[in-house]
């Protein structure tokens, strides 16, 4: 994907990457517990293209807390939990299809979805900490923080290579 914006992204293609690297380790500072034990990783994508994109590997995590967060709270107020699922899910999909657009702006306004669903997952995720007895997972809602984070960050980039673009022009 990275090489077909090479003809219209001034700069370095992997700057990008460099921008999720720093989110993470970001992350990696403000965490420093070591105590956690890591599951065996889940493979995002069957495309060599995508092995080392941060942003899908870490939409589709999110997604895989997403499910089993789920899977353990039950089916009262099934309508909220369904909407949780939903939107947690979906920076994924979105994120996935972002990597095949077909200009830049189209890029932005794809990860600009994938973002808007980010924030309602947050929003989802809060309502079921409050009202459910299982509804608290300090690392579901920090991985959606993150995700959001990673977007924002893209996003902010890509906007301003935009409009540097347009400058250019």
């Given at each position: 994907m990275m090489e077909e914006f090479e003809a219209f992204i001034p700069g370095d293609c992997a700057d990008w990457l460099a921008i999720c690297d720093s989110v993470v380790r970001e992350d990696g500072e403000a965490s420093q517990d070591t105590s956690v034990v890591q599951e065996p990783q889940a493979s995002y994508s069957g495309s060599p293209l995508y092995r080392d994109n941060l942003l899908l590997k870490e939409t589709f995590e999110l997604s895989l807390w997403t499910i089993r967060f789920v899977n353990q709270l039950g089916c009262e107020r099934a309508w909220l939990i369904d909407q949780f699922e939903r939107s947690a899910c979906s920076p994924g999909a979105?994120?996935?299809?972002?990597?095949?657009?077909e200009s830049l702006k189209d890029f932005v306004h794809k990860l600009k979805i994938a973002l808007k669903e980010a924030d309602e997952a947050e929003y989802w995720y809060y309502l079921i900490a409050a009202t459910q007895e299982k509804g608290a997972d300090e690392d579901l809602i920090a991985r959606i923080q993150r995700v959001i984070r990673i977007l924002n960050k893209i996003i902010g980039t890509s906007k301003q290579r935009l409009k540097e673009r347009k400058n250019i022009k």
């Amino acid at each position: 994907m990275m090489e077909e914006f090479e003809a219209f992204i001034p700069g370095d293609c992997a700057d990008w990457l460099a921008i999720c690297d720093s989110v993470v380790r970001e992350d990696g500072e403000a965490s420093q517990d070591t105590s956690v034990v890591q599951e065996p990783q889940a493979s995002y994508s069957g495309s060599p293209l995508y092995r080392d994109n941060l942003l899908l590997k870490e939409t589709f995590e999110l997604s895989l807390w997403t499910i089993r967060f789920v899977n353990q709270l039950g089916c009262e107020r099934a309508w909220l939990i369904d909407q949780f699922e939903r939107s947690a899910c979906s920076p994924g999909a979105n994120s996935k299809e972002a990597q095949n657009a077909e200009s830049l702006k189209d890029f932005v306004h794809k990860l600009k979805i994938a973002l808007k669903e980010a924030d309602e997952a947050e929003y989802w995720y809060y309502l079921i900490a409050a009202t459910q007895e299982k509804g608290a997972d300090e690392d579901l809602i920090a991985r959606i923080q993150r995700v959001i984070r990673i977007l924002n960050k893209i996003i902010g980039t890509s906007k301003q290579r935009l409009k540097e673009r347009k400058n250019i022009k």
